[in-house]
């Protein structure tokens, strides 16, 4: 009896040490995986919610509830825990998501269900997402300056000068071809407007009506603004732009923050100083704020 007794708990030591030596890995998937070509996604590792380092990562795909395979992805990467991989995969839906962690030559697996959806647009800043058409807008929007400012040079110059400022603004057309720019010139506005809106700052729809009517009598003094306004369809321009500029007046009480401190801090600066000293720190800030945001570029 005794010696049954002691095999008994002897087992018992061996499985209690076996379970706490291993691992006990986490696996978070902390980038979106969308149904696109090539979505790059990534995940943390962690064991008692430290992060895990030096692992080697596959991935493998299969749908809950249609059979199209296995989809096998390696990941790359490690660095506090995080590794990325990019998967295209045949279709939306649910899928069972297999993660071998190779440690050493010591393999475990994590699985976990993981819905596949379809990205809404191109990017997202804290879940909320910037379209194709918002894309579209900010297009026209620096098209619309753009002619304005070849109709300007039109009336004011004549001859070889004309002909340089045309060759320089259709330089800048080709500018307008450039995703990445758009995308930074929505995401730096989007950013700031949502920092006014922390600090606690508002637009009245009284200010927004103010500010739109003086938009609408600059364009009005551009036929070319006008034309271009009419054939992306003049109500839905002014819906957006409505919206839009409710954005910029928000990041403007940011700026203008910055320059009562500035001003308050050194009140002998000359206004030209206050400025660059006000607009350097609009930079350092708009850094700090976008860090602090979840943005995600698909």
Known sequence: MKKVMMLTALLLL?????CSAGPDYKVEITKAIYYQE??????????????????KVTAAF???????????????????????????LPMAG????????DKDGKKTEEVMEYEVVEPEGVASINGKWITNEDLEFYKLINQLQLAINRETDEK???????????????????????????????IRLRAMA????????KVSDMKIAAEMEKVRGQYAQFESAKKMIAEYGEDKFW?????????????QKVQKDLVDKVKKENPTMGEQEVYFQAQKQYEELLVSQMNSLEIEIL
């Open 62 to 88: 299969s749908m809950t509830n249609m059979d199209h395979g296995t989809t096998d992805v390696e990941l790359s990467g490690g660095a506090e825990g995080k590794y990325t991989g990019e998967v295209s």
């Open 194 to 201: 949502i920092l006014a809106e922390e600090k606690g700052h």
């Open 156 to 186: 004011r110059y004549t001859g070889k000068e004309l002909e340089e400022a045309l060759t320089y603004w259709d330089s800048q057309e080709k500018l307008l071809d450039d995703q990445n720019q758009l995308l930074t010139q929505i």
């Open 239 to 251: 819906e957006i732009e409505e919206k839009q500029f409710k954005l910029i007046v928000l990041s």
């Open 14 to 18: 061996i499985i209690i040490s076996g």
């Open 38 to 55: 090539n979505s790059s996604f990534e995940i943390k590792v962690t064991d008692s919610e430290e992060a895990v380092e030096d692992l």
């Open 94 to 101: 649910k899928y069972e998501v297999v993660f071998t962690l």
